[in-house]
């Protein structure tokens, strides 16, 4: 092996640790304290709810809605259906857990349970007494939850693209994925666009992620702490009995899926459908659509949401009934 050869693994190698080095330290992170001078807006308020300085915006009256927006998203996420909804509504979005601009849980409770006592305690200090709920992917884990638990306060659900069905190997958002060194750069650190690639597969064509949702996206996963607190609540999240649950709503339900979701599949809708058994439903799925069609097709996904609020589709409501089936009596000579 010739010297040169020898330099150039050399200075590979160099690189390969100063990169290795770059990406498990702080450099690339950021404070809350930054990401919240650059990103909170005018209509940005803060409030402690229990402990925890949470972030939420409330706009617009009228009867309220409560949007709960994905995993590893922000209250940013509903922007056009907020505006669109505050015409008539009084509108509260808030940022989860590790989310958007809200800060850290002091007990590192970071769990959607908690996410979902954070959602009923920042309710309550706004004095809302009963309200519908819009949510998606994982804040559906919340959003029928919350339904199931305080059936009283929901005049309304609304599941996006919901979370929450069992897992299969296939389909477990933990399974492991890339290669060895690939899993460990992306626990790490995942540069814009890695991110944008990771969007662009939600995004069915030709709908593709915006800049500022990219940009946005790769700064707040780059806050200090959030990896690590985002990665234990996946981690130690389990699915427990949905169909239990689901049985406990009460709430009109609209269920809204992209046809081509390559995150949570399509069929996942008639099974939230079928569970659904004390609440009266309607389903409506959009092909060429994937998992994040509030912002994919925000024209058509704001007027059907505001047509279902509104009670324009009552008519169409369904109850799931579960029939008894007995075994045939057989003959036998």
């Known amino acids: 092996m010739s010297k040169w050869l020898l330099m150039v693994l050399a200075l590979l190698a160099i690189a390969f640790a100063l990169t290795a080095w770059v990406w498990s330290s702080d450099l690339l992170k950021l404070e809350l304290s930054e990401l919240e001078e650059k990103y909170a807006t005018a209509d940005s308020k803060f409030m402690d709810v229990d402990g925890v300085r949470m972030h939420y915006m409330d706009q617009g009256e009228g009867p309220v809605v409560v949007l709960l927006h994905a995993s590893f998203m922000h209250l940013r996420t509903w ?166 649950v689901l049985a406990k709503v009460r709430a009109p339900t609209l269920i809204l899926w992209g046809l081509d979701n390559q995150t949570v599949v399509h069929l996942e809708a008639d099974v939230f459908q079928l569970w659904l058994t004390q609440a009266p439903t309607i389903k409506k799925k959009y092909p060429g659509v994937g998992h994040y069609l509030y912002m994919e097709i925000p024209e058509d996904f704001n007027a059907d949401l505001a047509s279902f609020l509104a009670g324009d589709w009552d008519a169409q409501l369904r109850y799931t009934r579960r029939v008894a089936v007995q075994a045939a009596a057989v003959a036998v000579e």
């Open 79 to 244: 922007d056009s259906l907020a505006a669109a909804l505050a015409a008539n509504h009084r509108v509260i979005r808030m940022d989860f857990l590790i989310a958007g601009l809200t800060g850290p849980e002091p007990n590192q409770n970071y769990s959607f349970d908690r996410n979902l006592e954070l959602v009923h305690e920042l309710t309550r200090k706004l004095g809302v007494e009963k309200f519908a709920i819009v949510s998606t992917s994982s804040g559906g884990i919340v959003g029928f939850n919350y339904a199931a638990q305080y059936p009283e306060r929901v005049s309304r659900l609304v599941l996006v693209n919901s979370a929450g069905l069992p897992r299969t190997r296939v389909t477990n958002p933990n399974r492991a994925r890339g290669t060895v060194i690939s899993r460990w750069f992306s626990a790490r650190h995942q540069t814009r666009e890695m991110l944008r690639e990771t969007l662009d597969q939600n995004f069915i064509e030709p709908h593709e992620p915006p800049d500022w949702l990219v940009d946005m996206n790769y700064d707040m996963r780059r806050r200090k702490g959030a990896r690590e607190a985002g990665a234990l609540q996946m981690r130690n999240f389990r699915t427990g009995d949905p169909a239990s």
